[in-house]
């Protein structure tokens, strides 16, 4: 308390080595050196601790650091961006981040082929309950939305297809319209989308949520490979559920079609399905079924990167969900666009 008022009382003077005399200074922490620098100055005080002979090691070593702490000048912030520059810099930022999710994809995929290949050939170490189980939940539980989803978005194309072709005469190509698009396009692209939304959150939640209790890091104290044991049976199991999901939305949309088809265009149902086994070849629908094993695949891998990225905290969990759900849409529609532009331009 002393040392406060003498340097409240003295703080407007100035003060050389001269004039100051620190033999009388007793017992001094921080808080005191930094009282003294602030009457004294950081330069001033540092010259005193140097030449003054009777101060212990302890309070000039004390001293000195708390000066050479408080005389280094703050960092200047930095200048504003102009637009362009800024716009750039963010663009760098946006495009280095994209690549590093690549390249951890790209080597967690790379990890899950190789597990693959050492566990396929063992049957003694598939994990059978895991892998029913997460057919259960990825396949069986997403049913109903697919059916329904699909049912609604092919009642919807063929009746815009309708609409249009009707101003040209040609409202019996609707039936062309709705299967083609849903046996190439629409039934493995809407499965895909839900499973992204619905199957990918929930894998990145469960494989997270097991981070942050730290079961993870008993599973690799047992001696066991938490690719083995949690990745690998949803990636198989969504590579099983996809397609049977792919090919339900596919009969789905084609009813919701027909449907629309028999109440607006009197197009009967076997009149209908005659004209799809006429019109429509077979290679439309095997183009659709392909895509959906490697969709599911993606799906699966980066639902579960994400869930061992978690970090921590609760609140990381909900980010690399919503990371994972944002990534696996992506992926599925660039995916989907260029395997469709691949199979158009090979005549597929």
């Given at each position: 308390m002393a040392l406060k008022q003498t340097v409240e009382g003295y703080s407007g003077k100035n003060w050389s080595t001269n004039n100051v005399d620190l033999t009388g200074l007793g017992?001094?922490?921080t808080a005191g050196a930094s009282l003294l620098i602030s009457l004294l100055g950081a330069e001033t005080l540092m010259a005193l601790a140097e030449q003054d002979g009777t101060l212990p090691q302890e309070q000039r070593a004390l001293l000195h650091a708390v000066a050479d702490a408080m005389r280094q000048p703050p960092s200047p912030e930095p200048e504003g961006l102009s637009p362009i520059?800024?716009?750039?810099?963010?663009?760098?930022?946006?495009?280095?981040?994209?690549?590093h999710l690549t390249y951890l994809l790209a080597g967690f995929?790379?990890?899950?082929?190789?597990t693959l290949f050492v566990v396929l050939p063992r049957p003694s170490r598939w994990r059978v309950t895991p892998f029913v189980a997460a057919i259960h939940n990825t396949g069986l539980n997403a049913l109903p939305i697919v059916a329904l989803l699909t049912f609604l978005v092919?009642?919807?194309?063929?009746?815009?297809?309708?609409?249009v072709l009707k101003d040209f005469g040609a409202t019996i190509y609707t039936v062309n319209l709705v299967?083609?698009?849903f046996l190439r396009e629409f039934g493995v692209l809407l499965a895909a989308i839900i499973l992204a939304g619905r199957t990918a959150?929930?894998?990145?939640?469960?494989?997270?949520a097991m981070k942050v209790n730290e079961e993870l890091d008993a599973i690799r104290t047992l001696g066991l490979d938490p690719v083995e044991l949690l990745v690998i049976p949803r990636v198989l199991a969504m590579m099983i559920s996809l397609p049977i999901l792919t090919f339900v939305g596919m009969l789905s949309g084609l009813i919701g079609g027909g449907m629309v088809c028999a109440l607006a265009l009197d197009i009967s149902p076997a009149q209908f399905m005659a004209i799809v086994e006429r019109d429509i070849a077979l290679k439309h629908f095997l183009v659709?079924?392909?895509?959906?094993?490697?969709?599911?695949?993606l799906i699966a891998a980066i639902g579960c990167l994400e869930g061992l990225k978690v970090g921590g905290s609760a609140q990381s969990v909900g980010v690399h969900t919503t990371s994972s759900v944002v990534q696996s849409i992506f992926i599925v529609i660039l995916l989907d666009a260029v395997a469709a532009l691949f199979f158009m331009e090979m005549g597929w």
């Open positions: 017992r001094v922490d520059p800024q716009f750039l810099s963010e663009t760098g930022k946006s495009v280095e981040a994209i690549w995929i790379g990890q899950i082929i190789a092919g009642a919807v194309v063929a009746f815009l297809g309708a609409t299967a083609f698009s959150s929930a894998f990145t939640a469960q494989i997270g659709g079924m392909s895509k959906a094993p490697f969709l599911a695949f």
